[in-house]
């Protein structure tokens, strides 16, 4: 079975950060492109956030881009997201995904 355990979630102020980790079994982890969806709260929607393929290809919202970063560590088969200057507006569940498999999501919240 493939397993994603999404860790790091919290209640920050705006502009606060927060580093969100997921960690991958199941899965042959360095091959495998990673990454970070979020729900918005109140809704079912998923929007890519970032993601990161095992050539270590990056891709950002236009949203997020300049301050998120997703990075990846093989070794100890763990996604990364660091996300800086979190805004009022971009709270929700933060999921990892790997391939076509989803985590149950951590919750971030941005409370001004």
């Known amino acids: 079975q493939v397993d994603l355990m999404e860790s790091g979630g919290g209640s920050v102020h705006p502009g606060g950060s927060l580093t969100l980790s997921c960690a991958a079994s199941g899965i042959s982890f360095a091959g495998a492109t990673m990454g970070w969806y979020r729900q918005a709260p109140g809704n079912q929607r998923r929007d890519m956030v970032a993601?990161?393929?095992?050539?270590?290809?990056?891709n950002y919202s236009d949203s997020v881009n300049g301050r998120f970063t997703i990075s990846r560590d093989n070794a100890k088969n763990i996604v990364y997201l660091e996300m800086n200057d979190l805004k009022p507006e971009q709270p929700g569940v933060y999921h990892c995904t790997a391939h076509a498999w989803w985590g149950q999501g951590t919750q971030v919240t941005v409370s001004a």
């Open positions: 993601s990161i393929k095992s050539g270590t290809t990056i």
